[in-house]
Protein backbone atom coordinates (compact mmCIF):
# COMPACT_ATOMS: atom_id res chain seq x y z
CA UNK A 1 0.00 0.00 0.00
CA UNK A 2 3.43 2.23 0.60
CA UNK A 3 2.94 2.67 -3.48
CA UNK A 4 -0.20 4.62 -3.23
CA UNK A 5 1.34 7.29 -0.79
CA UNK A 6 4.24 7.55 -3.48
CA UNK A 7 1.78 7.90 -5.91
CA UNK A 8 0.09 10.77 -3.78
CA UNK A 9 3.76 12.28 -3.57
CA UNK A 10 4.26 12.24 -7.68
CA UNK A 11 2.02 14.41 -8.09
CA UNK A 12 3.46 17.43 -6.42
CA UNK A 13 7.53 16.20 -6.90
CA UNK A 14 9.32 13.95 -9.50
CA UNK A 15 10.64 11.46 -6.96
CA UNK A 16 14.16 10.22 -6.90
CA UNK A 17 14.49 6.35 -6.02
CA UNK A 18 16.27 7.65 -2.75
CA UNK A 19 12.88 10.32 -2.30
CA UNK A 20 10.60 6.78 -2.77
CA UNK A 21 12.86 4.82 -0.32
CA UNK A 22 12.53 7.53 2.56
CA UNK A 23 8.90 8.16 2.31
CA UNK A 24 8.17 4.02 2.05
CA UNK A 25 10.81 3.65 4.94
CA UNK A 26 8.86 6.56 6.82
CA UNK A 27 5.83 5.75 6.17
CA UNK A 28 2.86 4.68 8.63
CA UNK A 29 0.08 3.03 6.85
CA UNK A 30 -3.29 1.07 8.77
CA UNK A 31 -6.10 -0.68 7.13
CA UNK A 32 -9.72 0.11 8.97
CA UNK A 33 -12.74 -1.69 8.88
CA UNK A 34 -15.66 0.04 7.33
CA UNK A 35 -17.67 1.57 11.32
CA UNK A 36 -14.29 2.22 12.66
CA UNK A 37 -14.74 5.31 14.48
CA UNK A 38 -11.43 7.37 13.94
CA UNK A 39 -12.32 10.25 16.14
CA UNK A 40 -14.76 11.60 18.80
CA UNK A 41 -16.42 14.51 20.27
CA UNK A 42 -14.59 14.68 23.06
CA UNK A 43 -11.01 12.91 22.40
CA UNK A 44 -8.19 14.49 20.95
CA UNK A 45 -7.10 14.05 18.01
CA UNK A 46 -3.23 13.13 18.01
CA UNK A 47 -3.32 12.26 14.45
CA UNK A 48 -3.91 13.35 10.68
CA UNK A 49 -4.91 11.10 7.59
CA UNK A 50 -4.28 10.56 4.14
CA UNK A 51 -7.09 8.37 2.42
CA UNK A 52 -4.98 6.39 0.64
CA UNK A 53 -8.31 4.03 -0.20
CA UNK A 54 -12.13 4.39 0.87
CA UNK A 55 -14.51 6.80 2.49
CA UNK A 56 -14.81 8.36 5.15
CA UNK A 57 -17.13 11.17 7.29
CA UNK A 58 -16.71 13.76 9.50
CA UNK A 59 -19.96 14.56 11.84
CA UNK A 60 -21.83 15.75 14.79
CA UNK A 61 -24.42 14.81 16.57
CA UNK A 62 -26.37 17.52 17.41
CA UNK A 63 -30.06 16.91 19.58
CA UNK A 64 -29.30 13.56 18.79
CA UNK A 65 -29.32 13.33 15.33
CA UNK A 66 -26.12 12.87 13.43
CA UNK A 67 -25.13 16.18 10.97
CA UNK A 68 -22.74 15.32 8.53
CA UNK A 69 -20.23 17.88 7.87
CA UNK A 70 -17.72 16.23 5.64
CA UNK A 71 -17.08 13.18 3.23
CA UNK A 72 -13.38 12.22 2.12
CA UNK A 73 -12.23 9.67 -1.09
CA UNK A 74 -8.91 8.53 -2.00
CA UNK A 75 -6.33 11.12 -1.51
CA UNK A 76 -8.00 13.48 0.33
CA UNK A 77 -6.17 14.83 3.58
CA UNK A 78 -7.95 14.72 7.24
CA UNK A 79 -6.32 17.17 9.36
CA UNK A 80 -9.09 17.17 12.33
CA UNK A 81 -9.31 20.83 13.97
CA UNK A 82 -8.32 18.78 17.96
CA UNK A 83 -5.03 18.21 16.16
CA UNK A 84 -4.03 21.30 14.82
CA UNK A 85 -5.06 23.16 17.95
CA UNK A 86 -4.74 20.53 20.77
CA UNK A 87 -8.32 20.79 22.11
CA UNK A 88 -11.62 18.20 22.44
CA UNK A 89 -12.93 17.44 19.27
CA UNK A 90 -16.24 18.62 18.65
CA UNK A 91 -17.40 15.87 15.93
CA UNK A 92 -16.59 12.49 14.80
CA UNK A 93 -14.57 11.23 12.19
CA UNK A 94 -15.89 7.92 10.63
CA UNK A 95 -15.32 4.89 8.41
CA UNK A 96 -18.13 4.17 5.63
CA UNK A 97 -15.97 1.69 3.87
CA UNK A 98 -13.32 -0.73 4.65
CA UNK A 99 -10.12 2.18 4.20
CA UNK A 100 -6.10 2.30 4.05
CA UNK A 101 -5.00 5.93 5.49
CA UNK A 102 -1.05 7.28 5.79
CA UNK A 103 -0.95 8.25 9.40
CA UNK A 104 0.53 11.99 10.40
CA UNK A 105 1.93 12.58 13.09
CA UNK A 106 3.76 16.11 13.76
CA UNK A 107 6.77 14.60 15.60
CA UNK A 108 7.49 12.51 12.91
CA UNK A 109 7.26 14.58 10.32
CA UNK A 110 9.57 17.44 11.88
CA UNK A 111 12.19 14.72 12.24
CA UNK A 112 12.06 13.82 8.72
CA UNK A 113 12.13 17.45 7.43
CA UNK A 114 15.39 17.87 9.51
CA UNK A 115 16.79 14.88 8.31
CA UNK A 116 15.71 15.45 4.45
CA UNK A 117 15.26 18.85 4.53
CA UNK A 118 14.79 18.43 0.30
CA UNK A 119 11.16 17.69 1.35
CA UNK A 120 10.49 21.31 2.66
CA UNK A 121 9.38 22.32 -0.35
CA UNK A 122 6.90 19.03 -0.84
CA UNK A 123 5.50 19.70 2.54
CA UNK A 124 4.86 23.33 1.74
CA UNK A 125 3.20 22.97 -1.16
CA UNK A 126 0.71 20.49 -0.09
CA UNK A 127 0.08 21.90 2.49
CA UNK A 128 -0.75 24.99 0.80
CA UNK A 129 -2.91 22.98 -1.88
CA UNK A 130 -4.80 21.65 1.59
CA UNK A 131 -5.12 24.98 3.07
CA UNK A 132 -6.49 26.56 -0.73
CA UNK A 133 -8.66 23.60 -0.97
CA UNK A 134 -10.29 24.09 2.17
CA UNK A 135 -11.02 27.83 1.60
CA UNK A 136 -12.19 27.28 -1.84
CA UNK A 137 -14.78 24.72 -0.48
CA UNK A 138 -15.92 26.87 2.09
CA UNK A 139 -16.51 30.19 0.07
CA UNK A 140 -17.88 27.79 -2.52
CA UNK A 141 -20.57 26.19 -0.52
CA UNK A 142 -21.73 28.42 1.44
CA UNK A 143 -24.40 30.76 -0.31
CA UNK A 144 -25.71 27.33 -2.36
CA UNK A 145 -28.55 26.12 -2.16
CA UNK A 146 -29.28 22.26 -1.41
CA UNK A 147 -30.05 21.95 -5.11
CA UNK A 148 -26.67 23.58 -6.42
CA UNK A 149 -24.72 21.96 -3.87
CA UNK A 150 -26.08 18.70 -5.19
CA UNK A 151 -25.23 19.68 -8.90
CA UNK A 152 -21.57 20.75 -7.45
CA UNK A 153 -21.27 17.72 -6.09
CA UNK A 154 -22.56 15.39 -9.49
CA UNK A 155 -20.13 17.76 -11.51
CA UNK A 156 -16.72 17.25 -9.35
CA UNK A 157 -17.46 14.84 -7.03
CA UNK A 158 -19.81 12.43 -8.55
CA UNK A 159 -18.16 9.55 -7.43
CA UNK A 160 -19.24 10.55 -4.04
CA UNK A 161 -22.93 9.98 -4.91
CA UNK A 162 -22.01 6.37 -5.79
CA UNK A 163 -20.50 5.50 -2.07
CA UNK A 164 -22.46 7.25 0.21
CA UNK A 165 -26.03 6.73 1.52
CA UNK A 166 -28.78 8.62 0.27
CA UNK A 167 -30.02 9.95 4.11
CA UNK A 168 -25.86 10.91 4.92
CA UNK A 169 -25.48 12.63 1.69
CA UNK A 170 -29.15 14.53 2.75
CA UNK A 171 -27.50 15.50 5.68
CA UNK A 172 -24.82 16.90 4.50
CA UNK A 173 -26.96 18.72 2.21
CA UNK A 174 -28.94 20.23 5.02
CA UNK A 175 -32.28 18.34 3.87
CA UNK A 176 -34.56 15.65 4.46
CA UNK A 177 -33.97 12.48 2.47
CA UNK A 178 -37.01 12.73 0.88
CA UNK A 179 -36.24 16.71 -0.13
CA UNK A 180 -33.15 14.73 -1.85
CA UNK A 181 -35.37 12.76 -3.51
CA UNK A 182 -37.59 15.20 -5.07
CA UNK A 183 -34.69 16.79 -6.18
CA UNK A 184 -33.31 14.10 -8.25
CA UNK A 185 -36.46 13.06 -9.56
CA UNK A 186 -36.46 16.82 -10.81
CA UNK A 187 -33.07 16.56 -12.37
CA UNK A 188 -33.92 13.45 -13.85
CA UNK A 189 -37.35 14.94 -15.59
CA UNK A 190 -35.51 18.03 -16.57
CA UNK A 191 -32.46 15.96 -18.74
Known amino acids: MKHLLVK??????????????IIEEN??????????VLLKEGQYATESYLVLKGCIRSYYIIDGEEKNTDFFLEYDPIVPISYIKNQPSKYFIECLEDCVLSIGK????????LSYPNFIPLYRKISDDYSTNQLISTDKYRNLSPEEHYLELRKFKPELLERIPQYQLASYLGIKPQSLSRIRKRLIHQK
Open 106 to 113: TERTEKLL
Open 27 to 36: AIIRKYQKGA
Open 8 to 21: YFSQYKTLSEEDIG
